[in-house]
């Protein structure tokens, strides 16, 4: 991703979109990667005070490392209902859309804005690229295919009890960057669920990655009746059988696994999330294949310190990867796989494009879609586009 750019529409690119405007930047001190696990003791997942409860009975217990984001009017006259925009607690309030895909809403621009605010010097590594990806996996890998609920519909992870999932620790610091953009657009139709996955389409296609294949018509939800139980994202200490269940669950088969593992190329783990720490990638801020090529490559021990068992590169230790990150080098049928992204990046991208795509659709109706097909959006540099 390009370092110092100016936000400067050309005349051609004005007439298409509207203007980008440099968005308020937030202000906080946490750190966020792609990939964390439940808050060590004693830290407070989330910024709300409130406390999730215990599980319902019958559900697995809270995830310790999760792994590894517009609703239109039309011309039909529906209502819909908005939050009070300026008020403090924006987030925690109810909204709703109809069930129909936006049409009226520039997308694009939409993207643009969020391209805009994802380099940043004084956040991890420079960019929030890598947590928004991992809002949008977040807000869509809870998805059940057997009871039909979860997914990136309804966008609940703006209520409690799953903005407090240990599983989301960290991920306010996401949602809190894209609200400013939320606001300029709410009343054109966009919602919360539409724009969390566009952001992950965003930052992966900003730092280098393939085209994902992206179409607006998630609905938010109006409260937390609908939030998925905690527990349905992946451990990042478990092995290749609990992997296996939790996509499963979802309706992925072993290819689609192993390629959507390779966004672990994005972010880093922090002590104060995780326990976990260290980047997977020696470029944590560009998507590429090296997660496939440094499994492989490097040679990987047991980390002795204080923290959670994780694995570290012998040469550097540097570098980290989780025992969900093993297996798949001993797991025969994910190792084929993994072989296979790590010599060829093409078949790799391509592949991820496809899963990731199918990710964010999770848990949404057909109909939200309005039969539309799913559109590619262009990066900044396709555009001609500078950001300062």
């Not at 004693?42 to 517009?70: D, V």
């Not at 928004?132 to 807000?139: E, K, Q």
């Not at 953009?181 to 669920?193: F, P, V």
Request: proline share 7%; charged share 25%.
């Amino acid at each position: 991703m390009a370092s110092a750019r100016s936000i400067n529409l050309l005349r051609s690119s004005a007439k298409q979109f509207l203007p980008i405007q440099r968005l308020p930047r937030a202000t906080h001190g946490l750190r966020s990667s792609f990939y964390y696990s439940t808050a060590p003791a004693g830290a407070n997942p989330s910024s709300s005070s409130s406390q999730a409860p215990p599980p319902p009975q019958g559900e697995p217990k809270s995830s310790k490392t999760p792994l590894i984001a517009g609703l239109a009017l039309g011309g039909v006259g529906l209502a819909y209902y908005f939050y009070a925009l300026d008020s403090d607690s924006d987030l925690q309030k109810r909204y709703t859309t109809p069930k129909a895909a936006n049409s009226n809403l520039n997308f694009q621009a939409v993207y643009n804005d969020i391209a805009a605010i994802l380099e940043d010097s004084s956040y991890d590594d420079g960019s929030y690229a890598p947590v928004l990806v991992r809002l949008a996996w977040h807000a869509s890998g809870t998805y059940d295919k057997e009871s039909k609920t979860g997914g990136s519909n309804g966008a609940t992870m703006r209520f409690a009890p799953e903005s407090n999932h240990g599983a989301n620790a960290g991920l306010g610091v996401a949602r809190e960057k894209l609200e400013p953009i939320y606001k300029k657009y709410a009343r054109s139709g966009l919602t919360y669920s539409d724009l969390w996955t566009l952001a992950g389409v965003a930052a992966i296609q900003e730092i280098g990655g393939p085209k994902i294949p992206w179409r607006p018509g998630r609905q938010d939800g109006v409260g937390p009746d609908n939030c998925p139980p905690d527990g349905r994202l992946p451990d990042g200490d478990k092995d290749q059988d609990h992997v296996r269940k939790i996509f499963y669950r979802m309706g992925f088969n072993d290819q689609e696994i192993v390629a959507l593992l390779g966004a672990h190329a994005l972010g880093r783990c922090h002590t104060d999330r995780s326990g976990f720490e260290g980047p997977w990638t020696f470029s944590p801020t560009t998507f590429s294949n090296d997660y496939y090529r440094l499994l492989f490559d490097e040679k990987w021990q047991p980390r002795k310190w204080s923290g959670p068992p994780q694995y570290e590169d012998k040469k550097t230790k540097s570098l980290m990867m989780l025992t969900t990150d093993m297996c798949i080098v001993m797991d025969k049928s994910f190792r084929n796989w993994a072989k296979k992204y790590a010599t060829d990046e093409k078949v790799f991208f391509d592949d991820f494009s496809k899963a990731f795509s199918k990710l964010i659709e999770l848990g949404v109706p057909e109909e939200n879609f309005s039969g539309k097909a799913p559109m590619t959006l262009k990066t900044l540099d396709e555009q001609g586009i500078q950001v300062d």
